[in-house]
């Protein structure tokens, strides 16, 4: 655990545990020294950041995608708030590896809370992350209209995401528009014909980078009434 004063990036507190990572002399660091310089900026943000929802319950997010432009207005916008979890690297005391200056930094994802004071402090549970060969798969069960209910484990590690920050987005903020409209037919044609179809698109990474990925779309049918009641989607990194 950690507590850092968000504005001058003062670390005013470390648990032993981060101590073992960061060193011993990390109360005399700065977090943003610590911090990837690539993440310092997204650090800022995303401890300010809240997400508002522009959909209606009834809507269908297939249907959205234009069928002549494949343009698709995202149901997700982010203001001005506060985000509790998201990835950063951190600098290590005594990381090992190939690269000098990547093997340097390592993965961890803090699980942060704002407290109210004279100055805004974020306390921070941070947890390492531990790469695997197994993680190149992760799921993502959807609603019949495209809305988020559950996520896999392997998510973090291929989009960087944590499952509770996309629990109840919608599928569609996460395709790049250049296969929205591929993605969109696969979608209709699951949830009418209620069968497994096999495709391959781009899914967008919290870095804004593409993962090109094979998803099998797998639709669960209601045994009473023969409607799709949700779609699990197995993704696996190409």
Request: hydrophobic residues 35%.
């Amino acid at each position: 655990m950690a507590v850092v004063d968000v504005s001058s990036g003062k670390i005013l507190y470390a648990s032993d545990e981060i101590r073992k990572f960061l060193g011993e002399d990390v109360l005399a660091r700065n977090w943003y020294e610590i911090l990837h310089p690539v993440d310092a900026a997204i650090f800022k943000k995303e401890t300010s950041m809240e997400r508002n929802e522009n959909v209606n319950a009834s809507d269908s997010v297939c249907e959205t995608v234009s069928s002549s432009t494949g343009y698709y207005k995202s149901k997700t916008e982010w203001n001005l708030g506060l985000r509790r979890s998201f990835p950063c690297r951190l600098r290590v005391y005594n990381s090992k590896g190939l690269d000098q200056f990547e093997h340097n930094y390592e993965y961890f994802h803090c699980y942060g809370s704002l407290r109210h004071t004279d100055k805004p402090t974020l306390v921070m549970l941070l947890i390492k992350l531990f790469f695997s060969d197994v993680e190149e798969q992760f799921q993502i069960t959807i609603t019949p209209n495209g809305q988020i209910i559950r996520c896999g484990s392997g998510l973090p590690i291929i989009l960087k995401h944590l499952p509770q920050d996309l629990t109840g987005c919608y599928y569609y903020d996460l395709i790049h528009e250049g296969d929205l409209l591929d993605v969109a037919y696969h979608h209709k044609q699951v949830v009418s014909r209620r069968d497994t179809r096999e495709t391959s698109y781009r899914i967008r990474a919290m870095n804004k980078q593409c993962v090109k990925v094979n998803a099998t779309w797998i639709p669960f049918t209601n045994p009473w009434n023969l409607k799709t009641q949700f779609i699990a989607i197995n993704h696996r990194s190409k």
